[in-house]
């Protein structure tokens, strides 16, 4: 740091500056600091920084996988966000088992971040007592099921989700229906019910199949099983566009017309839902949004303000009807 101070013409504390970005330096001078250090190659000693200053401007983030297109687009938007602030992001992946995800718990208590994210409830909601002696906030995001009253929650209100897509079907004139559904998903059923209900129509727990796996074989599997079972049904819906894509394929090798023979509506508006044919009507997710209001608390509370307050902020989900849906003829 001396020599690319001697180099730039400025003080240590200058270039100390320039580097942490906390304290405003003048853009010619901080250009000049920026261009000693490509000539140095330069590389600060991140470990020592992080001694003397008690931040290692690190966040964790916790995902159940970065395998979909949701948690994929999701652990890029938090990135892209705490880069605009001087952070860099440490990922860890559940893949949806429970031991897993509480020894990553239990190893990140112990390591030098500043905060910690965690992004969806699969397999973590019975371990986030390891968290009650962190000295970093905490905040979760993408959390379906009901969180611990500890943490600040910023999610999406799912259950409007599913509502709108049993809307969508109603206000095409379909009365019956199937489901395809994760677990997890409770509240998206729940929510595609109410439309349903509020047109005095039943979706019985026979409508609703559960698939192996969330995934575009599981998706096929349970679509092949519910219209074997429900024929006369004319439309489904799907709780992860995943699921939808694979149903889509089963419609295919079943010989129904989608969207002539079968609507399908699907929820989570990833790209691969956009590209299938029939480009898939989804529930699309304020993913960007999410991220970037996780963050801003986050970063409120490392940064001296306030402690978040531990509510639950609900952010809502849109529909966007695309060729997967049409009106009942």
């Known amino acids: ?158 259950e409007h989700g599913g509502y709108l897509a049993g809307r969508h079907l109603r206000s095409l004139g379909h009365e019956q229906v199937t489901v395809l559904a994760s677990p997890a998903h409770g509240p998206r059923v729940s929510g595609f019910r109410r439309a349903f209900a509020e047109d005095g129509l039943d979706v019985p727990d026979s409508a609703v199949y559960l698939a192996p796996e969330p995934s575009f074989r599981g998706g096929m599997s349970a679509a092949e099983e519910a219209m074997r079972a429900h024929p006369s049904s004319t439309a489904l819906f799907a709780t992860h566009d995943v699921l939808a894509s694979g149903a889509l394929e089963a419609a295919r090798g079943m010989r129904r017309s989608v969207p002539g023979d079968l609507s399908v509506v699907a929820h989570d508006d990833t790209p691969d839902g956009v590209l299938a044919p029939p480009a898939l009507t989804s529930v699309a997710l304020p993913s960007r949004e999410m991220a970037r209001e996780a963050i801003r608390l986050l970063l409120r509370e490392i940064e001296g303000a306030q402690p978040a307050d531990p509510q639950r902020r609900l952010l809502l989900p849109r529909l966007i009807a695309r060729d997967s849906t049409s009106s009942l003829a």
């Open 1 to 158: 740091m001396q020599d690319v101070a001697k180099r730039a013409g400025v003080t240590k504390q200058t270039v100390s500056n320039v580097l942490s970005g906390r304290v405003p330096v003048r853009p010619i001078t901080a250009a000049r600091v920026r261009e000693a250090i490509a000539e140095l190659g330069y590389v600060p000693n991140l470990v020592a920084r992080s001694l003397a200053t008690g931040s290692s401007r690190t966040v964790g983030m916790f995902v159940p996988t970065v395998s979909t297109a949701f948690y994929a687009g999701l652990v890029e938007r938090v990135e892209d966000v705490l880069e605009e602030h001087g952070y860099r992001l440490l990922l860890c992946t559940t893949r949806r088992d429970g031991e897993r995800a509480r020894r990553h718990l239990a190893g990140l208590t112990s390591r030098s971040v500043d905060a910690l994210l965690i992004a969806g409830d699969e397999g973590l909601t019975d371990h986030l007592s390891l968290l009650s002696r962190t000295r970093f906030p905490v905040v979760l995001c993408a959390w379906e099921t009901r969180a611990p009253a500890r943490f600040p929650v910023v999610t999406i209100d799912y």
